[in-house]
């Protein structure tokens, strides 16, 4: 069983906001992952980082930012929200390359 | 960057009726899992199967690395198991990082 959190699961937000989605696993695991889904469509890749203080874009162009001050915790933050931000963002760990990778439960972001 | 494939996109069944579902991708691959979103958006994992074959329950997944595919069977179908079905591979390029298949849209009616 996966130990990865995301908080909030829902949000609905106005435009010009500036919002934090949270994400914590409890697994030790050294790399983590987000993913940007729209409604049907398949994961893309926005950030990820290799441990802390490492940090990388991924092959999805993004707005957010993110950062890995511990390994348990790594964040991803909108400065401010517009209606395509609008999607939903999933957060994965693994622990090595050639390892399982396991997805918290994902947030809905709706802004407005 | 390395194309991932899914097929077929959307898949109507029966309960109690097999289906295969196919993962094709265009390099080879050092990572290889299947997952399972369910009505929540939660991603499921089912299968991590860079190579080889494994089996869970009613589920089973076959990944011939040298031909570039791999396959989900889903075998005496429930209606629990409707959702979407994500393949999602790594290179070496790539690293750890997965890219994901469009996915194939299982609906299994009572």
């Known amino acids: 069983e996966a130990d990865i959190y995301q908080t909030p699961r829902y949000l609905v937000i106005g435009t010009g906001k500036k919002i934090t989605l949270e994400c914590s696993q409890t697994?030790?695991?050294?790399?983590m992952y987000w993913y940007q889904q729209d409604p049907g469509m398949e994961l893309h890749l926005i950030h990820y980082?290799?441990?802390?203080?490492?940090?990388e874009k991924g092959d999805l162009s993004s707005e957010s930012t993110v950062s890995r001050i511990r390994t348990e915790h790594f964040p991803l933050t909108l400065e401010s929200a517009r209606p395509s931000h609008t999607s939903q963002y999933l957060c994965a760990s693994r622990t090595g390359t050639y390892t399982e990778a396991f997805f918290g439960q994902g947030t809905r972001l709706t802004v407005v | 960057g390395i194309q991932v494939e899914q097929s077929p996109p959307d898949l109507i069944l029966q309960e109690g009726a097999n289906s295969t579902l196919r993962c094709n991708f265009s390099d080879s691959v050092n990572n290889l899992q299947w997952f399972h979103q369910n009505p929540w958006g939660q991603l499921i994992n089912l299968f991590y199967?860079?190579?080889g074959t494994k089996q869970n329950g009613r589920l089973s997944a076959t990944t011939v690395a040298t031909e570039r595919y791999s396959l989900l069977y889903i075998s005496s179908s429930q209606t629990t198991d409707s959702g979407v079905y994500f393949c999602?591979?790594?290179?070496?390029?790539?690293?750890?990082?997965?890219?994901f298949g469009e996915g194939t849209q299982l609906t299994v009616n009572p």
């Open positions: 199967i860079p190579s």
């Open positions: 999602a591979v790594g290179d070496e390029t790539s690293g750890s990082r997965l890219t």
């Open positions: 697994m030790g695991h050294d790399k």
């Open positions: 980082s290799y441990g802390v203080n490492s940090t």
